[in-house]
């Protein structure tokens, strides 16, 4: 007897591959002042440190996208859990620079192959309007994760628990997901002409694949910029930072759940154009205000950097179906790798602040505070080069029509 698809359990154990990921941010986030201080990091090290992460994702991202139509969407992820499981445990048994950025990159890995292979085979599975829902909901994950690390962060840091008990709680979901996967059956990789390699990279080199790949790349540090430095940039504001972390990546699970009637109201354009607008504010907000007020920049921030992510993969996967799940890992992965390069140079941009006001302020809360809001004025480029690109993406698309649905 065939074994028939159980797409609710391969659906529900993406997501939680995706709370693999977000835990291992938002956790990572939370305890990167006490890895500089254990191990005697400066903040460009710990840039680098965190670039891992982001360098591994795109490395396996790329990889996973050309082999998944010969290899399928369960070698893929027998590979992210042993990938997820084996940074973990380097980072916990870590004794220095060397061992922490080894073991941030195994962790990228992981997430890389989560997402070339749990994407296209969503996509797979539905089909329609169907399609961008479940993807929504399913990068609803990432976010969702990152609030349930942050608030674990928080709380076992209260208890004086250290950053190797935190950095354990992530393979929680990543021994979950194995096991909802554990000897179901995958859905086969569609054969059908956006199987062919020669048709993926002539879509890739469309004038709009393109223009996407340019903005992804500034739309993946808006969102994950501010998110890595939260520790750092906003730990003298008045705000408690890992709150902060908590009630953006909170505010953008619910938003995604419902992002159905968002995107079919606004459109793909419309929504990327808005919320880069309301990213730009958020930052810039987040550089001028403190204490309780730094809670309504968290909200505006967390509307505007929302559906960055899942938008512009539905916007490949309607606006250039034939690069199938290379091009949806590719751009996936041209985030990452953005974010990465990113790392530390804003690590380096906080060193110099610090530097500078340490000749300014004479106690550690004033010089950390203009620090890190002049470091945040910085990060309000990303978004306001969106805003302009966003725009010209509007009036270009405008009347474009989509498929709609997408085939791998």
């Known amino acids: 007897m065939t074994q028939s698809i159980n797409k609710s359990a391969l659906f529900i154990g993406s997501c939680f591959a995706l709370i693999t990921t977000g835990l291992s941010f938002s956790i990572r986030a939370g305890i990167l002042s006490q890895l500089g201080t254990e191990f005697e990091l400066s903040r460009e090290q710990l840039g680098h440190i965190s670039s891992m992460w982001f360098y591994g994702f795109p490395i396996s991202m790329i990889i996973g996208g050309l082999v998944y139509h010969s290899v399928g969407p369960k070698i893929i992820m027998k590979i992210?859990?042993?990938?997820?499981?084996?940074?973990?445990?380097?980072?916990?048994?870590?004794?220095?620079?060397?061992?922490?950025?080894?073991?941030?990159?195994?962790?990228?890995?992981?997430?890389?192959?989560?997402e070339a292979a749990c994407n296209p085979m969503i996509a797979d599975m539905f089909s329609g309007p169907k399609m961008d829902k479940m993807l929504n909901r399913f990068h609803m994950w990432f976010p969702g994760g990152i609030v349930m690390g942050a608030l674990i962060s928080k709380l076992m840091t209260i208890l004086n628990l250290g950053w190797q008990a935190q950095m354990g709680v992530v393979m929680i979901p990543a021994i979950t997901y194995f096991v909802l996967f554990?000897?179901?059956?995958?859905?086969?990789?569609?054969?059908n002409e956006a199987t062919s390699l020669k048709s993926n990279l002539k879509a890739m080199v469309s004038p709009v694949y393109l223009f996407l790949i340019a903005c992804m790349a500034l739309t993946a540090i808006s969102e994950f910029g501010p998110g890595q430095w939260v520790e750092v940039i906003l730990g003298s504001s008045g705000a408690d930072p890992?709150?902060?972390?908590?009630?953006?990546?909170?505010?953008?699970?619910?938003?995604?759940?419902?992002?159905?009637?968002?995107?079919?109201?606004?459109?793909?354009?419309?929504?990327?154009?808005?919320?880069?607008?309301?990213?730009?504010?958020?930052?810039?907000?987040?550089?001028?205000?403190?204490?309780?007020?730094?809670?309504?920049?968290a909200i505006l921030y967390g509307l505007g950097y929302a559906y960055f992510w899942p938008v512009m993969v539905g916007a490949v996967a309607k606006r250039v179906p034939l690069s199938s799940a290379l091009g949806m890992s590719v751009i996936g992965a041209v985030g990452m790798f953005s974010s990465g390069i990113f790392q530390p140079i804003i690590g380096k941009w906080i060193d110099n602040a610090n530097e500078k006001f340490s000749s300014i302020y004479n106690t550690k809360e004033?010089?950390?505070?203009?620090?890190?809001?002049?470091?945040?004025?910085?990060?309000?480029?990303?978004?306001?080069?969106?805003?302009v690109l966003f725009v010209i993406f509007f009036i270009w698309q405008r009347g474009v029509k989509t498929t709609g649905k997408t085939t791998h």
């Open 242 to 297: 890992m709150i902060i972390l908590a009630l953006t990546a909170g505010l953008v699970t619910i938003l995604r759940f419902f992002a159905g009637p968002v995107v079919s109201s606004l459109g793909q354009t419309g929504v990327l154009l808005f919320g880069a607008i309301l990213t730009a504010i958020g930052i810039y907000l987040f550089s001028i205000l403190t204490g309780p007020m730094a809670y309504v920049a």
């Open 80 to 114: 992210a859990f042993v990938a997820h499981i084996l940074g973990v445990l380097l980072t916990i048994f870590a004794t220095g620079y060397i061992g922490l950025l080894i073991s941030m990159l195994c962790i990228g890995l992981g997430t890389g192959c989560t």
């Open 366 to 387: 004033a010089i950390d505070l203009a620090t890190g809001q002049e470091t945040l004025q910085k990060m309000v480029l990303f978004p306001g080069i969106l805003i």
């Open 182 to 191: 554990f000897g179901k059956k995958f859905p086969e990789p569609a054969v």
